[in-house]
């Protein structure tokens, strides 16, 4: 493969999981990669079998200074950046009411302000580049919310909010966004990775306790393979043009699509008290402006 034809990768996460996998399929594919985990020495398979192509750093997310030197290196190494993947995360499974404002920042501070710092740090790269694509690994639970997942779901469904909006900002400047909205893998977020309340509430055992116990069940049975996945993730980075969410799983297909028939059928229930609102004689779109036509709004009928 030609030098110039190769892309730079910069993945977190890259020691488990969907982060382990991609970097794989990444590297066999001859692309090059700037793997980051909290104990790079945990790449250093990677490195043995992938000497010229691989560059292993110190990353976590949370603390900015590493984010820096993370991206730094990455130039350094291979002069750019042509896709980031925000994958390093984790779970906070349990009723809200169970958790405790320490992790719930903490859960926060990783799947959000981390993924976005790491963002914010990429983006004058891939600015000047005139060329990027970052990938934010959200999901179903970024589209859908079930019980028990409160905490987890409120940073996943904010990854989403944000991308949404650098997804319409930085388009003129030839920077795609592609959020990954996977269903249950066969990953460590079921085991290792998942962080449960210390007092569960016995009001919420029939709800959130239960799902929880469904989820300790299913690890090690998660219908989804991860190798899959990176392959559906290199498949939109290469396309011409990459879907902007990217759902993967039969599960997280079937649960996004019976949320959408509710929204609708609850919007459609509801439509005339929401649009009773405003003040009479005014015609207005979902946002109005100049943005509404840029967004092509129109006034629900």
């Excluded at 959000?112 to 000047?128: N, Q, S, T, W, Y």
Aim: aromatic share 6%.
């Amino acid at each position: 493969m030609a030098e110039n034809t190769k892309k730079v990768w910069l993945i977190t996460g890259s020691s488990t999981g969907f982060g382990r996998s991609l970097t794989e399929t990444v590297l066999k594919h001859g692309d090059r990669v700037v793997a980051t985990a909290r104990k790079p020495e945990q790449l250093s398979d990677l490195v043995t079998h992938y000497p010229e192509t691989v560059k292993p750093v110190q990353l976590d997310v949370t603390k900015p200074q590493e984010v820096r030197n993370a991206v730094n290196a990455a130039l350094d190494a291979f002069g750019r950046i042509d896709v980031l993947v925000n994958n390093a995360g984790y779970g906070a499974l349990g009723a809200i009411e169970e958790f405790s404002d320490e992790v719930i920042r903490q859960q926060f501070e990783t799947n959000v302000f981390g993924a976005l710092d790491v963002m914010r740090v990429v983006l004058p790269v891939m600015r000047k580049q005139r060329h990027g694509h970052i990938i934010n690994v959200s999901s179903v639970a970024g589209f859908v919310s079930f019980v028990g997942t409160g905490i987890y779901c409120g940073t996943k469904f904010a990854l989403e909010g944000i991308s949404e909006a650098l997804a319409q900002e930085v388009a003129p400047l030839g920077i795609k966004v592609t959020i990954i909205e996977p269903g249950a893998f066969r990953t460590d977020f079921n085991g290792r990775s998942l962080v449960t309340p210390d007092t569960l509430i016995d009001d919420y055992a029939s709800t959130s306790g239960e799902f929880l116990q469904w989820i300790h069940n299913m690890n090690g049975k998660q219908p989804g393979d991860p190798d899959k996945a990176a392959l559906a993730i290199m498949q939109a980075v290469t396309s011409n043009h990459p879907p902007l969410r990217l759902v993967l799983g039969a599960d997280a297909v079937n649960a996004i699509d019976a949320k959408l028939k509710s929204v609708k059928e609850e919007l459609d229930t509801w439509k005339s008290v929401a649009c009773d609102t405003t003040f009479d004689g005014v015609e207005v779109g979902a946002i109005g402006g100049e943005a509404k036509s840029l967004l092509n709004i129109t006034t629900p009928k």
